[in-house]
């Protein structure tokens, strides 16, 4: 019986829990349907008396949100691919290679993943337009961010590395083959789950980025949801609704991943664990 009841009041606390956390998506999607006084109303409408099923093609077609949103694709899966592919290599040698010196390095340039990226944009921008490459911006972005994520990618990807055993790299070198072979068919197809989960996260991180692409790309058409919500806020005046309302379009597709793959994100951040 006591295990019963504790096992309810767990389930109570979670469903508190998600319902608190879900709140302000719930809200979010309520007021874009919401007008501008329904907004203001006090006390507020939990549910929209008249829906304005329109703001969304609104903000779709009048107001190029579909530009934006390919930005941000261009700039994600950039800043994921090269990620993956610079940090995957560099996961497994730090993964086969381990001592005391390497885990004291990994910890401190980890820390360096507190600092705002409104204090690193600053010799960013500098660097880069000594550099020249201020003149592919969307470019310079993806290279500011694979530099930004590369460190939570690496620690990821290299505790996945660590729980592939050694001895079957062992084993395929004694048949022959390279130790690129061994890594190439050996390591790599194993720790593929974790290696696709990182991507994933670095995709999502990357799709929400504010700071590095608003500094650095200034023509409007290059620029990514994010800076593109900024259309919205006027010095007189703000369109919450319209706001909402690409939030909704900017939010669902990141959502409905999560959702999707969510049982794979987490077998695949639990697989360094197990070993």
Known sequence: MTTTWTQRGLLLAALTLAALYLF?????????????????????????????????????????????????????????????????????????????????????????????????????????????????????????LTAKTMPFFVILVRATFMSVPSELEEAALVDGNSRIGAFWFVALPLARNGILVSAILIFMQAFGEFVYSKSIIQAVDLQPASVGLNAFMGPNTTEWNNIMAYASIYVTPILAIFVLLQRRIVSGLTSGALK
């Open 24 to 144: 302000p998506l719930y809200w979010m999607y309520v007021t874009s349907l919401k007008t501008g006084s329904e907004i203001f109303a006090t006390p507020p409408a939990f549910v929209p008396i008249d829906p304005q099923w329109g703001v969304f093609q609104y903000v779709w077609g009048l107001r190029g949100m579909g530009r934006f949103l390919w930005n941000s694709v261009v700039i994600a899966t950039g800043t994921m691919v090269l990620t993956a592919i610079l940090g995957t290599g560099c996961a497994y040698v730090l993964a086969r290679y381990r001592n005391i010196w390497i885990d004291i390095a990994l910890f401190l340039v980890l820390m360096l993943q507190v600092l705002p990226a409104s204090l690193m944009i600053t010799p960013i921008f500098v660097g880069f337009s000594q550099l020249g490459l201020l003149d592919t911006p969307r470019f310079a972005v993806i290279l500011a």
